[in-house]
């Protein structure tokens, strides 16, 4: 089945150190997103990337950093100057700006800092 | 750029009574709208869309109209059951712009 798989599905984190999070994708999507999501509250974008070896920052970059070696993966790294790192962390992939059809979405890794 | 408002929830109602979520946006040319729905500690999951003005978008009960003249897409269920409590995203999607989602509604329905 085609779909989007994230991993893990949960991850703790001492303060300080750098956790990266796994999102690979058998779509054939060129593009690829990285968002937030706090308790109770929408999705934020981190980054995203249009084409492999090329993604911009979204509107929460700060604190985050990705790479695109591969058209199947998006690596989300959170590193220790994010200072607030709890949250749900959600990857989604699609035609790249296509207006018709929809962003499909993993099922999430959540983040727990201690 | 494009911007959506939701209805604030959260929403409780019982067990087979009528649900609307509101939904307006602002966007310029046409964008297509979409409803996602996610279950609790899951993502996203499409639940309908519609890409031109007047079209109506319809899922697992759920219906909502494109109406350019009122910039609006609102969320409709006959007949809410207990499963399908969760939170709904409002998000349009228009040419050269990425997606932009709706802070979401939780729904949720009594039996």
């Known amino acids: 089945d085609g779909g989007i798989t994230q991993s893990p599905k949960y991850l703790f984190r001492k303060e300080g150190q750098n956790v990266t999070l796994s999102c690979e994708q058998n779509l054939n999507h060129d593009a690829m997103y990285w968002y937030r999501q706090d308790p109770g509250q929408g999705l934020r974008l981190i980054y995203y990337s249009q084409i492999v070896n090329d993604f911009q920052k979204g509107d929460i970059a700060e604190g985050y950093s990705v790479s695109r070696e591969k058209k199947e993966s998006f690596p989300l790294t959170v590193t220790s100057a994010q200072k607030n790192p709890t949250a749900f962390y959600l990857c989604a992939s699609s035609v790249y700006r296509d207006p018709y059809n929809e962003q499909f979405f993993g099922p999430g890794t959540r983040l727990t800092v201690l | 750029g494009d911007s959506v408002t939701q209805m604030e929830g959260p929403v409780t109602l019982s067990e087979e009574a009528f649900l609307t979520i509101n939904c307006t946006y602002t966007?310029?040319?046409?964008?297509?709208l979409f409803w996602y729905v996610q279950y609790p500690g899951e993502g996203l999951q499409l639940l309908l869309k519609a890409t031109k003005a007047d079209d109506k978008g319809s899922n697992k009960g759920f219906e909502a109209t494109y109406r350019k003249e009122t910039t609006s897409f609102h969320l409709e269920k006959g007949s809410v059951q207990v499963s399908d409590s969760a939170v709904y995203f409002c998000?349009?999607?228009?040419?050269?712009?990425?997606?932009?989602f709706g802070p979401g509604t939780r729904l949720s329905v009594l039996p």
């Open positions: 966007a310029t040319g046409y964008p297509s």
């Open positions: 998000a349009p999607n228009n040419y050269g712009q990425n997606f932009v």
